[in-house]
């Protein structure tokens, strides 16, 4: 099997939601993005698949969330933006991009800074 990594980042705001403390008032973070997908296959070229199509199709989904309030967005009306939910979501919303036989997004890792990440993979 081959694993495929790439690393990225968005900037957004948030407030935690059925949360006591610091994290329920307006905060933002720049989130570090880790995305691994894996596949058994190779194209001609020795690619699982272009690191660019990953890093863009990940960067588009990302666009959607940059500079945002994320409790505002649809995904999180009613779900607390913490980075374990945040992970979920881009691993759902990636998998419906690149899961298919062949290809499997296996984990997305979400860092809120240089300590503290979550991670989603099923
Ligand atoms: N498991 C999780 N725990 C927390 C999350 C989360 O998404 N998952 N999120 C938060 C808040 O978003 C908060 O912004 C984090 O702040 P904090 O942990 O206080 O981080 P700091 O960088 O300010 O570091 P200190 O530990 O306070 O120095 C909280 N928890
Ligand atoms: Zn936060």
């Given at each position: 099997m081959y694993r495929l990594t790439?690393?990225?980042?968005?900037?957004?705001?948030?407030?935690?939601?059925?949360?006591?403390?610091?994290?329920?008032?307006?905060?933002?973070?720049?989130?570090?993005?880790?995305?691994s997908i894996t596949t058994a296959e190779?194209?001609?070229?020795?690619?699982g698949i272009?690191?660019?199509?990953?890093?863009?199709?990940?960067?588009?989904?990302?666009?959607?969330?940059?500079?945002?309030?994320?409790?505002?967005?649809?995904?999180?009306?009613?779900?607390?933006?913490?980075?374990?939910?945040?992970?979920?979501?881009?691993?759902?919303?990636?998998?419906?991009?690149f899961?298919?036989?062949k290809v499997k997004v296996e984990m997305?890792?979400?860092?809120?800074?240089?300590?503290?990440?979550?991670?989603?993979y099923?």
């Amino acid at each position: 099997m081959y694993r495929l990594t790439i690393h990225t980042a968005f900037a957004a705001a948030h407030n935690l939601i059925h949360y006591q403390g610091d994290c329920e008032n307006l905060h933002g973070h720049n989130w570090k993005v880790e995305v691994s997908i894996t596949t058994a296959e190779l194209d001609k070229a020795g690619l699982g698949i272009d690191f660019k199509i990953l890093k863009r199709e990940t960067n588009t989904l990302l666009k959607t969330l940059d500079h945002k309030y994320l409790n505002e967005l649809e995904p999180f009306k009613s779900l607390s933006p913490s980075s374990e939910n945040i992970a979920r979501y881009l691993y759902v919303e990636l998998t419906k991009i690149f899961g298919s036989d062949k290809v499997k997004v296996e984990m997305v890792t979400v860092w809120e800074s240089d300590y503290a990440a979550a991670s989603y993979y099923e």
